[in-house]
């Protein structure tokens, strides 16, 4: 499946199953590093090309290559080691059977379990997974996690407006869905501490345990990770008391369900780089409870930290649970041909295999956030697209083995992983698991897929990202698109992948829908045209005085009368003047936009437009697309993979009787035509204040205008029917809004139940 390049006119769209960036709890620091350029060459890629899937057994995981069929993971059959007890590790396409699973030993060549009844306190971990003591013996607990935020709609992720009601709520869900861990970043409201006691006394046959965090604050700029010792140990003091009920409100003592310790955050690379190189002579540290005999000063820092975590326990309570850092793929110790080294992607490591837990006898574990679509080389990397499984090309879980190779004997756990339900797309992913663009059941089979590459990859398990929409996150791709930052938390960008994650969704109340015709204004086909308004998008409901046509057009006069089109794409001339044309042909539905004010390269700099609407009599559209990736590639030239974008104006028309998704953006009734249009659709940067964009580049910020609302112009088999302009009450706070479990949830529910 080679790469494809895709210019500004081309139809990107049609690319999608080529293409599919992790969440970063601070703000957007994980970000595209393609760069951003108004066109592609047509240069041909020179990444070598794994073969489409061809006439290989689909059931036995195989790859075709050049006509021949290859084992792609040859330890995914369980006959290939003598026991499922032993580990198998693929070496160059072939089984390698090795050491006994954590939980069992060598006897007379054979894998033998373990008696199990070595009490060394209620949590450990061993090679593989994590054991909990039962009260007789140590029972092994595969990690089938969701990651639990701060946050809900008109909050940032330390808002604390999660109420006791909705996390006991919430738990309960979480068991039914065979959930058995929650990862937090930091210290959530004393409500969640007294909601998982509550549900693990109330149903003691479905515990819930916390994997815990500790938050590391940035450095200051020019400062490295040595700066923020003495702050960061005061946060973990202050964490770990609070699981143990002895701090201020904390009194509910929780540690009995601590499953581990995961502290920090993605550390960027550069303040790897800056902590390696200011400090040094510091390569290596004994500490009371682990030492690191060789290792990176950034390497040693993180070391004392859990050195120092582990003795604060054990010496004030006496317990000792499972530690961890927070890390991602930006920082693994894996190297990527295909990786540049501008994109400080693959230029710095923290490896803590080397780490020695000697008197800390929880042991420790090995983190990652893996993500199928970030950084590039998760899908790139040649090796990774070698992979496979019975659904087609799978980037992912080539990644997964190989990393986990790496880390052979210690367990590990993907601490973050998923795919947003967004309207928009951020990234692509070679295995179509990609950083948005996918309605919700496409997300929940992506997520299902996911956790089966975890656990049949012999990770201890994986902490799904994550429980609930998070309507004020950032991304990249839209931040110049939507403005100001400090008030995404009272509207839901649906095209924003970052606000997309959750299994849960937050929806706005009932729409109130207004007649937008003026009397006798009625024209054809058309007998009414309804407009509503809410925290996710502008409705349109296009009523008809028969079915729907079989072409029709709909121009969006966003703002200000004096400026616009006065013709719709086909030529219909208006009075209306419009920005945005919608044009329906039954079956598909694109939207268009002003040449003169198509944002494509807003991100560009200098900017080469002024992203402006601008008065017009007949004109030129472009296609509504944002750029994922520009042409990029290694340093050496080796590999080189072309741009690619996404069109964001090509909308899913749901026909009459048809199924519904989570996308649809056009739906034919009988004698009806809704529309739901997100406001990125439309180039409102902030819906809550009614501001459009209306730039000029040659100053910053990037600039909005306030508009008095929308007015439409509908062209019908000849017949134009135009309404008055539809205006919609500002807002300062987040709606009051209602959670909806999301139809990715119950195929994640099932995945989980089938391991």
């Known amino acids: 499946m080679a790469s494809l390049t895709l210019t500004r006119a081309s139809a990107a769209f049609a690319a999608l199953l080529l293409t599919g960036c992790p969440s970063d709890p601070r703000t957007d620091a994980a970000v595209d590093d393609g760069g951003v350029d108004a066109g592609h060459d047509a240069r041909v890629p020179t990444v070598p090309d794994a073969g489409p899937l061809g006439p290989c057994e689909l059931g036995a995981w195989r790859y075709s290559d050049d006509g021949a069929c290859l084992p792609a993971d040859p330890c995914w059959d369980e006959t290939a080691c003598a026991s499922a007890e032993r580990i198998c590790l693929n070496e160059g396409g072939a089984a390698v059977c090795g050491r006994c699973l954590d939980g069992w030993h060598e006897d007379a060549g054979a894998c033998v379990e373990d008696p199990r009844d070595d009490y060394t306190g209620r949590f450990r971990v061993g090679r593989d997974y994590f054991w909990v003591w039962s009260g007789t013996r140590y029972e092994r607990v595969p990690i089938r996690g969701v990651n639990l935020g701060g946050a809900v709609p008109g909050t940032g992720p330390n808002g604390g407006a999660i109420t006791r009601e909705q996390y006991g709520r919430w738990m309960t869900m979480m068991a039914d869905g065979g959930i058995n861990v929650i990862r937090v970043y930091s210290r959530h409201p004393p409500a969640l501490y007294e909601a998982l006691d509550a549900h693990n006394r109330d149903d003691p046959a479905r515990p819930i345990y916390l994997l815990h965090g500790a938050w590391l604050i940035d450095p200051a700029e020019g400062e490295d990770l040595y700066s923020l010792t003495e702050r960061f140990d005061a946060t973990v003091l202050e964490t770990v008391s609070s699981v143990h009920g002895e701090l201020d409100a904390y009194a509910t003592d929780v540690s009995d ?30 500490g009371a409870t682990m030492r690191l005999p060789s290792g990176s000063p950034t390497e040693v820092w993180f070391t004392e930290r859990l050195d120092r975590l582990v003795e604060l326990e054990q010496t004030r309570w006496g317990e000792s649970r499972p530690v961890a850092i927070s890390s991602w793929m930006e920082l693994d110790p894996l190297s990527h041909p295909t990786e540049s080294s501008r994109t ?21 574990f090995i983190s990652y956030h893996v993500y199928p679509y970030y950084p590039k080389f998760a899908s790139e990397d040649p090796r990774y697209r070698a992979y496979a499984d019975e659904l087609g090309p799978n980037s992912y879980r080539g990644l997964l083995i190989r990393l986990r190779d790496y880390y052979r004997d210690l367990p590990m756990v993907v601490a973050e992983y ?28 992506a997520l299902a897929r996911m956790t089966r590459d975890i656990h049949e990859t012999r990770y201890a398990g994986g902490v799904a990202f994550q429980w609930q929409d998070g309507w004020w996150k950032p991304t990249w791709i839209t931040n110049q698109r939507t403005f100001p930052r400090d008030r995404y938390a009272i509207w839901h960008d649906l095209t924003t ?65 004096d400026l616009g089109d006065a013709e719709l794409p086909d030529g219909t001339a208006t009075t209306a003047r419009s920005e945005l044309a919608l044009e329906l042909d039954g079956t ?6 002003l040449s003169e004010y198509d944002l494509y390269a807003i991100r560009q700099v200098p900017a080469v437009a002024t992203f402006q609407s601008v008065a017009r009599d007949g004109g030129a559209w472009s296609p509504m ?47 009806a035509i809704e529309l739901t249009l997100p406001w990125v659709l439309l180039q409102y940067a902030d819906p809550s204040t009614r501001t459009v964009v209306h730039d000029d580049p040659t100053t910053e910020p990037i600039e909005g205008e306030v508009s008095d609302g929308v007015r439409l112009a509908i062209a019908i088999d000849g017949a134009l029917t135009e309404t008055r302009r539809f205006s919609w009450a500002t807002w300062d706070r987040a709606p009051v809004t209602t959670e909806r479990l999301k139809a990715c949830a119950p195929l994640l529910f099932e995945a989980f139940a089938g391991l």
């Open 257 to 286: 369900w601590v499953i581990g310790w995961l502290v920090g955050r993605e550390v960027l690379a550069t303040e790897v780089l800056r902590t390696d190189a200011n400090h040094a002579e510091v390569t290596s540290y004994e």
């Open 344 to 364: 400080n992607k693959d230029v710095t490591q923290i490896d803590l295999s080397g780490l020695e837990p000697f008197a800390a006898p929880a042991g420790h």
């Open 497 to 561: 992948p970052q606000q997309s994650y959750g299994l849960i969704a937050f929806m706005p109340p009932p729409l109130e829908w207004e007649s937008v015709l003026e009397p006798g204004a009625a024209e054809g086909a058309v007998t009414d045209v309804l407009m509503a308004a809410d925290a996710r998008a502008l409705h349109i409901r296009v009523e008809l005085s028969g079915p729907a046509p079989s072409s029709t057009q709909i121009g969006f006069d966003t703002y200000r009368d």
């Open 588 to 593: 598909s539905a694109t939207m268009r936009v």
């Open 625 to 671: 697309l944002w750029q994922m990736t520009a042409d990029h590639g290694s340093d050496d030239g080796v590999y080189f993979f072309a741009g690619e974008d996404y069109e964001l104006g090509a909308l899913r028309v749901r026909a009459l009787g048809a199924e519904a998704t989570s996308m649809d953006a056009v739906v034919i009734e009988e004698r």
């Open 418 to 445: 998923g795919v947003p339900s967004s309207w928009g797309r951020a990234h692509p992913s070679y295995s179509g698991m990609h950083h948005g663009g996918l309605t919700e059941r496409e997300q929940g089979e």
